[in-house]
Every structure is written in C-alpha cells, then in structure tokens.
C-alpha cells in the first residue's frame, strides 16, 4: 500500500507545493532523454505526474505508473496530461511496453524494501525495455547517513498555500534497522486544525549491491552519476538491456 503522503487527498494536493519549485531533480532526467534520444519513457513511482507531464509537452511518448490513485488524481489535472497513459499499479505488474527509458525518480528505487520485491521490480522494468533501452534512478548514498538529520528541528517548515491555508510540517525519524530506515512526517493544517502523519520505509542499498542486482537481472550498468539536486549526497544509476 502507498504511504498516506501520496494516498491520502489532503496530502497528495500538498505534495507539490512541499518540493523545490523548479525541482532541479527532474533536469537530470530530461537530460538522459535528450542524451539518448528516448522517445518513449517508463515513469515509475510517478506520483503526481511532474516528469511525465514536462516530458510529454516536449513530445515524448509517456506512461506514469503509480499505486496511489490520489496522486494520480492529482497528475492528471496538469498541462500536458492528457498526452500522457496513466496507469494505477506498481513496478513488478506493468502493462506489456517497449520503451526507450525507464525512470524512477525521488526516494522510488528505495521502495522496495525486500531483496524480492527488489528483483521483481527489476525483472518487470527490464521487460518493459526495448532491447538496448535503459533504467535511470536514483538512491540516497548510506555512507552520507542521511537519516540523522530526520529531526524536528532539522525538517519543521511552515508554508502559506494561498487557498489552503498555513501548512506545518516536519519529520522524525523512527527506527533504523540495518540498511531499512523509517521515518514518520507530520502534517498540521493551521485553518481547520487537521493533523495527519504519514509513516515511510526506505532500504539504503549500496552501490555495489546494486550493481550486482542489475547485472543478475540482466541490466548493464553504463555509470554512475551525481544528482544535481544534492551534489555527493546521492547516486544517479544508468543501467541498459
């Protein structure tokens, strides 16, 4: 099941406004796909449909796959969205594709908390790929421990959401459990006095770990790359069928 961040209505209408607003993330992305010539792309974990939508206004050929129905509600109310073939589901149970590039942006890659579930979704991706296509994501570097500053005093913002009202927010971490970290987000609507708090799990795998998962599941790893977004604190994956 989806956390409650990406299921929940409230939440998922929120989402956007709680990102950087240019979300420098995504240049990296829109790079490879200039870089490889990639007309048709694999969005997955797309959440409230950012990449697909920038993506399919440039003409390119996208599918957005995403477990939570309220950020898919949310997708496609944007420019661009009706170019785009949403889809409700996961990684390991895509529909029958052959793209040129398969991303998955964010905190998706680490999802997956089982080495299972791990190579499931894995398998899937690389089916989904048109011989010699390729799988781009991200993960946070467990060397940077990025948990520890998963405080209150670290995350607490306050945000103005025009209609919405005040919005408070912050993180804290729960429990960290060899490479699976858990970490719990708070949501205080100011106007009607809401609170919701949204749990999340995320397995830290490293590079080599990862490495040796592509290459079981017949991915070749073409490099490794920094994100733009958070220089040396992440590693940007590029593995092809």
Same mark, same amino acid.
């Given at each position: 099941?989806?956390?409650?961040?990406?299921?929940?209505?409230?939440?998922?209408?929120?989402?956007?406004?709680?990102?950087?607003?240019?979300?420098?993330?995504?240049?990296?992305?829109?790079?490879?796909?200039?870089?490889?010539?990639?007309?048709?792309?694999?969005?997955?974990?797309? @959440? *409230?449909?950012?990449?697909?939508?920038? #993506?399919?206004?440039?003409?390119? $050929? /996208? %599918?957005?796959?995403?477990?939570?129905?309220?950020?898919?509600?949310?997708?496609?109310?944007?420019?661009?969205?009706?170019?785009?073939?949403?889809?409700?589901?996961?990684?390991?149970?895509?529909?029958?594709?052959?793209?040129?590039?398969?991303?998955?942006?964010?905190?998706?890659?680490?999802?997956?908390?089982?080495?299972?579930?791990?190579?499931?979704?894995?398998?899937?991706?690389?089916?989904?790929?048109?011989?010699?296509?390729?799988?781009?994501?991200?993960?946070?570097?467990?060397?940077?421990?990025?948990?520890?500053?998963?405080?209150?005093?670290?995350?607490?913002?306050?945000?103005?959401?025009?209609?919405? @009202? *005040?919005?408070?927010?912050?993180?804290? #971490?729960?429990?960290?459990?060899? $490479? /699976? %970290?858990?970490?719990?987000?708070?949501?205080?609507?100011?106007?009607?006095?809401?609170?919701?708090?949204?749990?999340?799990?995320?397995?830290?795998?490293?590079?080599?770990?990862?490495?040796?998962?592509?290459?079981?599941?017949?991915?070749?790893?073409?490099?490794?790359?920094?994100?733009?977004?958070?220089?040396?604190?992440?590693?940007?994956?590029?593995?092809?069928?």
């Amino acid at each position: 099941m989806p956390d409650l961040i990406f299921e929940h209505p409230r939440l998922a209408q929120v989402y956007d406004a709680l990102d950087e607003p240019e979300r420098r993330d995504l240049g990296l992305y829109e790079g490879l796909v200039a870089e490889l010539g990639a007309a048709s792309v694999l969005d997955i974990g797309c @959440g *409230t449909g950012t990449l697909a939508c920038r #993506l399919a206004q440039r003409g390119v $050929e /996208v %599918v957005g796959v995403d477990p939570a129905r309220a950020s898919l509600d949310m997708a496609v109310s944007k420019p661009g969205a009706d170019r785009v073939r949403w889809v409700l589901g996961d990684a390991a149970t895509l529909p029958a594709l052959e793209v040129d590039l398969a991303t998955m942006t964010g905190n998706v890659a680490q999802v997956f908390i089982t080495d299972i579930d791990w190579m499931l979704a894995l398998r899937s991706i690389r089916a989904a790929l048109r011989p010699g296509g390729c799988l781009a994501f991200e993960t946070r570097d467990p060397a940077k421990q990025a948990w520890l500053s998963w405080t209150r005093e670290q995350t607490y913002r306050r945000l103005e959401l025009g209609t919405i @009202g *005040t919005l408070q927010t912050w993180s804290e #971490l729960v429990r960290v459990s060899g $490479e /699976v %970290v858990t970490f719990r987000t708070h949501f205080v609507f100011d106007r009607d006095g809401t609170r919701l708090t949204s749990e999340s799990t995320l397995r830290f795998r490293n590079r080599d770990e990862i490495a040796e998962s592509l290459a079981s599941t017949g991915l070749r790893l073409d490099g490794i790359r920094d994100a733009p977004d958070r220089p040396g604190l992440e590693l940007v994956f590029l593995a092809c069928r």
